[in-house]
């Protein structure tokens, strides 16, 4: 069993034992995950992962229960999941029960089957949140392959083969589960399906991202991938699970999906509407991050990014930003934030100076930030590759918006005869820019930020960054 010093959170040194072989009847799930094969390292050669050794003595997966006051449904959940994965998990493993500060009887709950039950291991926190918990636990398994889900088993368990396999054999980096699609078959309420599909809309219309379902408790990731990942995190509660996703997707990695079947928790204690306020709040966050580079990005991709298929001709591979739906959206997001600041500037600057100058500050104000946040938001381009052009060519394209708003400000003073109102000035810059924005979109998306192959061709060099050394040597 494995515990820790309750003071301090500190995980101690775990004595699981794999698993023994009479507990990996399971044909199905044998077949699905495959044999085992040799260890290998983080990549292998041309960007590829390698398959996971099934083999060794360490336990293969390590499945984490975040838990908080669950006294009443542990002990079954932790019995119905131990059951599973005797009987039909073909490799070793082991259950880590993580107690959030609970302050009802859900540690004694743990401790007690833990003594009866080898694989299952038990930790307490003294901070409550389900990311702190996972991240914890997580960086301190020596499992290679780790997993998690919800205390109430919601997610049907036979989506267990499906979700391990593409990590174990190197195919996927993460493996979530997905309510969210065709294949799912789901019972809940309204109110919970709507709040969940809004959440993922937000996610893909917004962050670029393109998993469909962020806060299904049924995930899965390659250790050596989270050891990468995990200290970039910041959220210590429900957020996590789509901050560890947008991440992993920024930095190239593959994110693989299995259609589950799932049972709503009529009991549940989580507070829908909190945690949906919370997670705008995260999304938030987590865009300033990644715009000021708190988390190394370039740095991340670079380490652990897959390497480009030869000879990719995909529209997929050549258009990082996603589908046009989604630049629209992104774009609209901060072409109303860049509005706004323009028109706070303009009005600031007219009150001490002359219209066509107030309307040229605040152009070319906002203009190097608008270009910025469309590179890295709508277009999904990271890094200083290219950046100074893109920039430069921002720059024309500021000439075209000023061009329209200039002209504007020219026929509404002339049309007037004398000096206009200070709101029709407002209002006819506001129309201009309005214009300027729809031509802007048209010019970054097939000028300025489409792809050229020059763009996502490699440094000399780099295409030796995962090949081991004897295959560099030839």
């Keep these: 069993m494995t515990f ?71 002990e079954a959940c932790l019995r119905r999941l131990h059951a599973y994965l005797l009987g039909a998990f073909p490799h070793s493993f082991r259950i880590t029960v993580a107690d959030n500060a609970s302050t009802d ?171 949906a306020l919370a997670d705008l709040r995260g999304m938030a966050r987590l865009s300033r991050d990644l715009v000021s580079g708190r988390i190394p990005v370039p740095e991340l991709r670079a380490a652990l990014a897959r390497g480009p298929l030869p000879a990719s001709s995909r529209a997929q591979e050549q258009s990082p930003g996603g589908s046009l739906f989604g630049q629209l959206v992104r774009f609209g997001s901060i072409g109303v934030a860049s509005t706004l600041a323009y028109l706070a500037i303009f009005l600031l600057c007219r009150g001490i100076m002359d219209p066509q100058l107030a309307n040229f500050l605040a152009l070319l104000t906002t203009a190097v930030a608008n270009t910025a946040a469309n590179r890295r938001f709508t277009f999904g381009i990271q890094g200083s590759s290219q950046a100074a052009r893109h920039h430069f060519e921002g720059l024309l394209v500021f000439g075209i918006g000023l061009a329209l708003t200039s002209g504007a400000l020219a026929l509404v003073h002339a049309a007037s005869g004398a000096a206009p109102d200070r709101w029709l000035e407002l209002l006819t810059v506001t129309a201009a820019n309005l214009a300027a924005t729809a031509v802007k979109f048209l010019l970054f998306r097939l000028v300025v930020f489409r792809h050229r192959p020059t763009d996502s061709a490699p440094a000399p060099g780099a295409t030796d960054t995962f090949l081991p050394s004897t295959e560099k040597a030839k």
């Design 4 to 74: 820790t010093d309750q003071a301090t959170g500190t995980l101690l040194r775990s004595t699981a034992t794999p698993a023994s072989p009479a507990a990996r009847p399971g044909p199905a799930l044998a077949e699905a995950l495959g044999p085992g094969t040799s260890a290998g390292a983080l990549a292998g050669p041309g960007g590829r992962r390698s398959a996971i050794d099934t083999r060794a003595n360490t336990p293969l997966l390590d499945v984490t229960i975040p838990v908080f006051n669950e006294e009443r449904d542990l």
């Design 105 to 275: 009887g859900t540690l004694k709950a743990a401790e007690r089957v833990a003594r009866e039950l080898r694989e299952v291991n038990v930790v307490h926190m003294a901070e409550k949140g389900r990311g702190n918990a996972l991240r914890k636990v997580w960086l301190a398994s020596p499992s290679p392959v780790l997993a998690y889900m919800d205390v109430d088993l919601s997610t049907d368990l036979a989506a267990l083969g499906p979700l391990l396999a593409p990590l174990i054999s190197g195919h996927s980096d993460l493996a979530i589960g997905t309510r969210l699609t065709r294949n799912s078959r789901v019972v809940r309420g309204p109110k919970r399906e709507f709040i969940s599909r809004s959440y993922n809309f937000l996610l893909q219309s917004l962050m670029g991202a393109h998993f469909s379902d962020a806060q299904c408790g049924f995930k899965a990731i390659r250790a050596d991938v989270a050891r990468q990942l995990l200290p970039h995190t910041l959220d210590n509660a429900w957020f996590f699970d789509t901050e560890l996703l947008v991440l992993a997707e920024k930095c190239g990695l593959r994110v693989h999906e299995v259609p589950v079947d799932w049972t709503d928790d009529p009991d549940s204690s989580v507070d829908i509407v909190q945690t």
